[in-house]
């Protein structure tokens, strides 16, 4: 990912490019990311497969997500804390560089839902029992 621009002339809207290569990097070529929408993700994140994060929670490597937006949880500034994740994702304003900022700025007004694919969740399960 590093510095590339998701800016396509053809193809998929930047952000669901850039979800899905993000799912790819952190998660695998397993990862339900490749191919799903933001908007089908912010919908029903269960039915793509993936599992919502409790807020609570440490959010770091999670995907957060509104309704036209996604973006990769690189830091959280206070624990426990979801408005202090702060999140990597294409700008528009940059032509699609990267960028970041707090979740709180990304779409104010709208609580994000913080997500991970299911079978990522399931892998970790299996190597927490052996």
Same mark, same amino acid.
């Given at each position: ?14 952000? !669901? @490019? ?6 790819? @990097?952190?998660? #695998?070529?397993?990862?339900? #990311?490749?191919?799903?929408?933001? !908007?089908? &993700? ?13 807020? #609570? @929670?440490?959010?770091? #490597? ?13 830091? @959280? ?43 990522? &969740? ?9």
């Amino acid at each position: 990912m590093g510095r590339d621009r998701y800016s396509y002339e053809t193809g998929p809207p930047r952000a !669901s @490019q850039f979800l899905s290569d993000a799912a790819r @990097q952190l998660y #695998g070529d397993e990862a339900a #990311g490749a191919g799903v929408r933001i !908007s089908q &993700l912010w919908e029903d994140p269960e039915r793509q497969g993936w599992v919502e994060v409790d807020p #609570g @929670q440490e959010l770091i #490597g999670t995907i957060a997500v509104w309704p036209s937006i996604a973006g990769v949880v690189v830091k @959280q500034r206070r624990e426990g804390a979801s408005d202090s994740a702060v999140v990597l994702y294409p700008s528009d304003r940059r032509e699609g560089e990267l960028a970041h900022t707090e979740a709180r700025f990304m779409n104010p007004g709208i609580e994000p839902k913080f997500v991970v694919p299911r079978a990522v &969740l399931d892998r970790a399960m299996v190597r927490g029992v052996q």
